[in-house]
């Protein structure tokens, strides 16, 4: 079974965080839907996540990861030494989303926004599921 990242698309750090998966994940592991789309929305109310919820997440084997968990079971499929961050787990969780959410909150100042979702590129429309 695959997993899905749900991500938010209008993020520009959260658009090329997708674009460096696929590149590091070869056999296609990772779909992808934004946060935004009616697949997003549609996967957050089946999975009993809040739709205000504005983090990255991760649904694999029926399960929902959310915030530094997602980012780390995302690791843990990547290519390459990108797997070995996945250790992070042994971190308390309330430090490792300290650290997510600092950069979360700031994403936008730092990296900016776009007024709409990313068309992903015809070679990569079959690894997003709207």
Do not use: H
Not at 23 to 45: E, H, I, V
Not at 71 to 96: D, M, N
Not at 118 to 128: C, G, I, N, Q, V
Request: net charge positive.
């Amino acid at each position: 079974m695959k997993a899905i990242i749900l991500f938010d698309g209008i993020c520009n750090f959260c658009n090329s965080s997708v674009q460096f998966i696929i590149k590091r994940d070869p056999a296609g592991y990772f779909k992808f839907a934004s946060l935004q789309s009616d697949t997003g929305q549609q996967l957050l109310k089946r999975y009993g996540v809040s739709k205000e919820i504005d983090s990255l997440i991760v649904i694999e084997e029926q399960k929902v990861y959310i915030k530094s968990k997602a980012a780390l079971q995302i690791c843990r499929k990547l290519t390459g030494f990108w797997r070995f961050f996945s250790i992070l787990r042994v971190l308390p969780p309330i430090f490792r989303d300290f650290l997510y959410d600092m950069v979360a909150k700031n994403r936008y100042n730092w990296f900016g926004k776009s007024d709409s979702c990313m068309l992903p590129a015809a070679e990569m429309k079959k690894r997003f599921l709207d």
